[in-house]
């Protein structure tokens, strides 16, 4: 609770934290405000079953939260109340895990109140022999927060481009009204030879707002001294009047020089293919294409050296550039992480680990400076 961009409210509560681990379980209990914003909360989890041979673990939890939002500069609502519970089932090489939370808008003394809403996230996972199957469902309702990054149930990229698409759709298609899922598949031959696919979807419970994803990626390697990756994706999005299809084609090379040094190579293409269902009787559809070019040397441990170059052709009023370059320097220097980078970068959606922030355009020199106490 109480998350606002990068802070993380619920370590900056004035207040109390009690704890109570046992051998039945944990428990803890919240209790706190900031600037204006009340907060307690009780969650219970017991410890872990195994049944008697060992191939069966289950554990589960419950909470309950309550907040109130103050008169000003918040989005929390005059009186919420979470109540939820989580369960989690170990057999064998399968684990299946799901949760469930119900958002109830009391409202303080009946003002504020509004209809409740609700989220709902289940997974499974089975590995057997080389093989690895995976799934995720979730189906929520008035469940846009500002403080919290629920599972997005899309695929989690290391692609520029791809993640740029995956931060517009999870803002066209927020949580207060999405059901989605996500599918993939993974093999592997040895310790360097890969193949994986996935599909996503996510639509609108009460819309016709949807978005699909069906994306293959490969990757090998000769002689342990050139590792190579190949991808593809297909996607579909459709936002009103506007449908979008996208083709991309994704590869990395990267070249172990020595012990010390590397290069690799990295391309992205997307074809384009925009429509509205306004103008299609008389106007063809939009195409356009973008792509990213990046080359980086790297000199194990402490320098990483990387040369991006983008370019679009799409013809956007909102952007005064076609082409951005920029060279960035990583330096690891004893527990500290220093990054230098020079030039211009496109501005646009970002996702690392689900979590997805706009930023935007950039141009001149950035230092950024990362230490660990």
Not at 292 to 317: C, H, M
């Amino acid at each position: 609770m109480f998350e606002e961009e990068e802070l993380n409210w619920d370590t900056r509560l004035d207040g109390a934290r009690a704890e109570l681990h046992g051998k039945v379980g944990d428990a803890t209990l919240l209790a706190g405000t900031n600037e204006g914003n009340r907060f307690r909360g009780l969650f219970l989890e017991p410890n872990t079953w195994s049944s008697s041979n060992g191939l069966i673990d289950a554990r589960a939890g419950v909470s309950f939260v309550e907040a109130w939002g103050a008169e000003r500069n918040t989005d929390i609502g005059p009186r919420e109340q979470h109540a939820g519970a989580l369960g989690e089932v170990v057999v064998g090489p399968a684990t299946f895990y799901g949760e469930y939370v119900e958002r109830d808008f009391v409202g303080k003394d009946g003002v504020g109140a509004a209809s409740p809403g609700h989220g709902t996230f289940a997974s499974g996972e089975v590995s057997l022999e080389g093989f690895s199957f995976a799934a995720e469902f979730r189906e929520m309702l008035r469940f846009e927060h500002n403080y919290h990054d629920p599972p997005t149930t899309l695929r989690q990229h290391t692609w520029t481009l791809l993640n740029r698409v995956n931060g517009t759709v999870l803002s066209d298609i927020p949580d207060d009204d999405v059901q989605g899922g996500l599918f993939t598949a993974e093999y592997a031959v040895d310790a360097f030879t890969t193949f994986q696919a996935s599909w996503a979807r996510l639509i609108q419970d009460r819309g016709d707002d949807e978005f699909f994803e069906l994306f293959a990626e490969a990757k090998s390697n000769w002689q342990e001294q050139v590792f190579g990756t190949l991808a593809a994706a297909e996607s579909e999005l459709h936002i009103g009047n506007t449908f979008e299809e996208r083709i991309t084609k994704l590869g990395e090379a990267i070249f172990h020089l020595n012990e010390q040094n590397s290069a690799s190579f990295i391309v992205e293409w997307a074809d384009v293919q925009e429509s509205n269902a306004a103008t299609q009787a008389f106007e063809y559809p939009k195409e356009y294409r973008d792509r990213i070019f990046a080359l980086t040397w790297g000199r194990s441990p402490w320098l990483t050296v990387t040369a991006t170059v983008e370019d679009t052709t799409e013809d956007d009023p909102a952007e005064d550039k076609e082409r951005w370059f920029n060279v960035l320097a990583e330096l690891n220097l004893g527990g500290n992480d220093v990054s230098v980078s020079l030039g211009s970068e496109r501005g646009g959606w970002k996702c690392t680990g689900g979590v997805c922030f706009y930023e935007p355009e950039f141009e001149g020199l950035k230092v950024k400076w990362t230490g660990r106490f």
